[in-house]
Every structure is written in structure tokens, then in C-alpha cells.
């Protein structure tokens, strides 16, 4: 009987010590809630919460962001470089493989400080939209690519002003150094698409219709 007893409160007492360990890691996993790309959302966030370290759930969730979309910066601005024969184009499309690698370099080395792997390669759907990006020639080529740079960087402005608050002080750094760089970007991402004379009314809006957000609106 007594033995008995003894194994009831072993027992009890490992329910207990999985509870608490369940509950911290909860409250690190809050609910996210930086801006982020939708058509990578849920795998992002997938990622993010299964990582057993020690970061919120925004803080996570922005690393993992921030990765694939540095990493979609280069991978497109790549193609350009290839693909356009406008010189203002292709200069930009240098100046996103140069600022937007050191800057996945530098994530990266902050992920592995923290124990978590980054994503090795991108979401489908983006994949997608690079071969078909790999299609266009031209104006069409130019004018695409532009207006995708211009949503993508209005859209990281957001995500890096958010992480830019957060009590991680690695990740604030890292934010507020490469912040001020997005916003470089985004105004001479402008500039070009006012002189190739894109309309932009809706901050990007996809004239070829092969960018993840317009492919998803049409199912």
C-alpha cells in the first residue's frame, strides 16, 4: 500500500513539472502581432511557435519573416540584374543584394544565438512568383518588379518599426540599425517607379498579376 501511495505522488509530481514547463512556454509563444506577409503567414508563425527558445512569440515570428523576405529580396533582385536593361533597375537590384544579404547574415547570426533555425529556402508560392517574375522581359519586367519593391518595403518598414520596441535587446538593435537602410529603399524604390511612370495609387498594386497576394485574390 505504501508503495502504491509512492508511485501516486511520482506520478503527481511529473504532471505538475510538465504543467509549469507547458505554461512558461506558452506565455513566450503569445500570439503574434507584427504585419506580415499573408502568403507566408502561416508557415511562419508554424515555425515560430514550435522553436523551443527563449523569445515571444512576435519576436520569433519577426525573425522568421524578416528571413524569408530578405531572402525573396535577393532571389528577385537577382533576376532583375539578369533580366532588366534599364541601368537604374539593375543598380538597384545590386544595392538589395548587397544590403539585404549582410542584413540576412546578421538575423542569421542572432537566430543561432537563440537556438533558432531559420528557414532554408522559400515559401512556394514565392517560388512561384519568381519563375513567372523570370518570364517577363522589358517595361512589363521593370514595372513589376518596381511596384513589387515598393509594397515589399512598405510592408518591412511596418515589420521592422514593430520589432524596433522589442525588450530583446539583440533584436531591437538589429531593427533599428537596418530600419533607417528599408526606408533607403523604399524611397528609392519611389524615385525609380516615378520615372518609369508606374501608377501607384494603392502602394504597389500588381499590373501582371503573378505576385502570391494577386494569385491568391483570384481563388
Known amino acids: 500500500m505504501k508503495a502504491k501511495n509512492t508511485l501516486i505522488i511520482l506520478l503527481i509530481g511529473v504532471a505538475g513539472l510538465q504543467a509549469c514547463q507547458n505554461g512558461d512556454r506558452n506565455n513566450r509563444d503569445t500570439a503574434a ?42 532571389e528577385a533582385a537577382k533576376i532583375a540584374i539578369q533580366k ?57 519586367f521593370d514595372t513589376h518588379y518596381i511596384q513589387m519593391m515598393l509594397t515589399d518595403h512598405a510592408k518591412t518598414e511596418a515589420l521592422f518599426g514593430e520589432a524596433a520596441k522589442f525588450s530583446n535587446a539583440d533584436l531591437k538593435n538589429f531593427a533599428l540599425n537596418t530600419l533607417p537602410i528599408i526606408q533607403t529603399h523604399h524611397k528609392k524604390a519611389i524615385e525609380i517607379g516615378t ?25
Open 33 to 74: 502581432t507584427i504585419p506580415s506577409d499573408s502568403t507566408s503567414d502561416t508557415t511562419s508563425r508554424a515555425q515560430a511557435y514550435t522553436a523551443d527558445v527563449d523569445l515571444k512569440g512576435d519576436e520569433k515570428s519577426f525573425i522568421i519573416n524578416a528571413a524569408t523576405g530578405g531572402m525573396m529580396e535577393v
Open 195 to 219: 520615372s518609369l511612370n508606374i501608377t501607384n495609387a494603392n502602394n504597389g498594386d500588381d499590373n501582371s498579376n503573378i505576385s502570391p497576394d494577386a494569385s491568391s485574390q483570384k481563388h
Open 84 to 140: 532588366s536593361s534599364n541601368a537604374a533597375v539593375k543598380n538597384f537590384a545590386s544595392l538589395m543584394v548587397k544590403d539585404h544579404t549582410k542584413a540576412n547574415t546578421d538575423l542569421g547570426k542572432i537566430a543561432k544565438s537563440k537556438g533558432l533555425a531559420l528557414p532554408a529556402s522559400l515559401p512556394e508560392d514565392q517560388m512561384e512568383h519568381l519563375s513567372k517574375m523570370k518570364a517577363l522581359t522589358g517595361r512589363p
